[in-house]
């Protein structure tokens, strides 16, 4: 799963980068994160395998929006590889960063970059619909195929041009996929979060200028959660404890993230590896399957489902099953989150 910060010129991206990745401010452009997980710890404890592995997201740090139009293009660009967009609202003061528009304003904020995207899609429409309307005069092999993309093209447009999103968009399934490869930003799942100085800045108050449509919003002390996400365990405590910060940024965004996605996690276990996978909530075992090799998938038999809490109190997979708590699901099985599986396949 990829999620970037996007924002305008200053809005605290980079700083809420290092808060939720952990680095020390290099300059990278992206970090792997690893999804905080109790339950892989817990049965790492049981197995004392050789790997506990999490699940884990692509984290990008993009530049400001409008900050340079002769990058515009690569930026936009790098944003339509994201799955989803966190988008960063300055709500703290600081004269360290010339702003255009010193004042905190969410709502005009959030208003502008769903403006820069839409006229971005705009365009990335006009580019491109710029080939087949040409090519449909000529009788060639992709005509057919031209003169659809070009009527849903069409279609998207209009929607822009009146203010929409593409996302508001009902497409039929042919059409979904036609436009797939676009990767348009509004048609892209979204975040807000409200950066807060480190003190002070009510984020409930600001929470409601976020326009409608927006369901997922965080706010996060930037600066403050950046210096924490330095320090060792026992000072980070001490500290989130001090603020009243109740969990790490970085666990509050990967909730978000995965509601937003609808995401959630199988677990597998054995002596070599604990590991939990992130599957789509609806999920079928036999996707699932999928999710950890395509082998597995094809040669499908069954799934052995244990609840977590179930091998837990056993002490163990086997110990579970022995006792009764496993049960035998078929490709269809629509799989739960933290439910453990082992997959009996043959290929
Ligand atoms: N007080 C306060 N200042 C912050 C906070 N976050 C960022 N800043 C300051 O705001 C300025 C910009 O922060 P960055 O994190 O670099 O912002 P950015 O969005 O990455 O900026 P660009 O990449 O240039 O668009 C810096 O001077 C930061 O020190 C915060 O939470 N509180
Ligand atoms: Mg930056």
New binding site residues.
């Given amino acids: 799963m990829k999620t970037g ?1 996007v ?11 290092r808060a939720v990745t952990g680095s020390d401010g290099a300059g990278d452009p992206f970090r792997t994160v690893e999804v905080p997980d109790q339950r892989i710890n817990q049965l790492s404890e049981i197995y004392n395998p050789k790997k506990s592995t999490y699940a884990k997201f692509e984290c990008h ?4 929006i409008g ?1 340079d139009d002769r990058h515009e293009a690569r930026l936009f660009a790098s944003m339509r590889q994201l799955e989803a967009l966190a988008l ?1 609202v ?1 709500c ?3 004269d ?2 010339a702003y255009d528009r010193p004042e905190i304003d969410v709502a005009k904020d959030i208003e502008a970059l769903v403006s820069a995207f839409q006229f971005a899609d705009f365009m990335m429409i006009e580019n491109r619909a710029d080939k087949p309307e040409k090519q449909v005069l000529k009788p060639t092999k992709t005509q057919a195929q031209d003169q659809k993309e070009l009527a849903v093209l069409g279609k998207l447009k209009g929607v822009l041009e009146g203010g929409g999103l593409i996302d508001d968009v009902e497409l039929n399934a042919a059409e979904t996929e036609l436009i797939r490869g676009f990767g348009f930003l509004t048609q892209k799942p979204k975040l807000v979060i409200l ?4 003190e002070g800045g009510d984020g409930d108050s600001l929470r409601v200028q976020v326009p409608e449509g927006i369901d997922h919003v965080l706010a996060i ?4 959660e ?1 210096e924490i996400a330095n320090l060792d365990a026992a000072d980070a405590a001490e500290f989130m404890a001090d603020y009243g910060i109740e969990r790490p940024a970085r666990d509050r965004l990967v909730g978000e993230l995965y509601g937003l996605l609808g995401l959630h996690s199988f677990l597998t276990v054995g002596e070599d590896e604990c590991r939990a996978w992130t599957i789509p909530q609806g999920a079928s075992a036999h996707d699932s399957a999928g999710a950890i090799h395509s082998d597995i998938q094809r040669g499908f038999i069954r799934a052995e489902v244990i609840p977590f809490d179930d091998l837990i109190a056993a002490g163990g997979f086997k110990e579970a099953k022995t006792g009764g708590h496993m049960r035998l699901e078929g490709k269809e099985y629509v799989v739960a989150d933290g439910e453990v599986i082992n997959f009996r396949f043959s290929v």
């Fill in positions: 910060f924002g305008l010129p200053g809005s605290g991206k980079s700083t809420l980068f740090d993009l530049p400001g900050l960063v300055r703290f003061e600081s360290a960063y950066d807060l100085p480190d002390r930037g600066a403050l950046a």
